[in-house]
């Protein structure tokens, strides 16, 4: 009996112990939209600033450096019809999505063939294409990373705002 016990003991140790290791540490958000009919969601992981200032956790950023947009698995852009983004169309489907810092400072968003890596995990020879992404400061500062999807202009919008950051583009249905 004792060693049914401790095998059980072992065996729910290890589950837990498992169960650490694949954990991530930063709440998910969701961000969906509606669009002709079709779904554009984001799952992203949402990472707190904790009393430092974006310049701080993203200032070390060197031009051509990808940030994962979010914090642990990569942030997921799932697209149930074609989209266009100025003059570039991205096809439905599963991507992951990065932010690109440019040697001007500005933004990149770039849309990557692979999905579900972790966040730090870029190969950059899946990227499939990139839009460019305006920088604004946001009125309010935002403690936690928070992606947006929002209808605008007969298509819709995607704001990425934290800290005082804000990064935004727009798209419509291709």
Do not use: C
């Amino acid at each position: 009996m004792r060693r049914y016990r401790v095998m059980i003991f072992a065996l729910a140790l290890s589950f837990v112990l498992v169960g650490m290791a694949f954990s991530q540490g930063n709440p998910r958000g969701l961000a969906k939209l509606s669009l002709n009919g079709q779904t554009i969601s984001i799952d992203y992981g949402r990472p707190s600033l904790k009393g430092r200032t974006i310049d701080e956790m993203l200032g070390k950023l060197k031009p051509g450096g990808y940030w994962r947009l979010g914090a642990d698995k990569s942030t997921t852009f799932t697209a149930g019809t074609d989209l266009k983004f100025g003059d570039v169309t991205i096809p439905k489907g599963v991507y992951s999505i990065w932010a690109q810092r440019q040697s001007d400072n500005s933004w990149k968003l770039v849309f990557n063939k692979q999905h579900g890596q972790w966040g730090t995990d870029h190969d950059p020879s899946q990227d499939f294409a990139s839009v460019p992404l305006k920088e604004t400061k946001a009125s309010s500062s935002d403690q936690m990373l928070t992606i947006r999807l929002v209808k605008s202009g007969g298509g819709g919008a995607m704001i990425v705002h934290w800290g005082d950051m804000e990064l935004t583009t727009h798209f419509t249905a291709a």
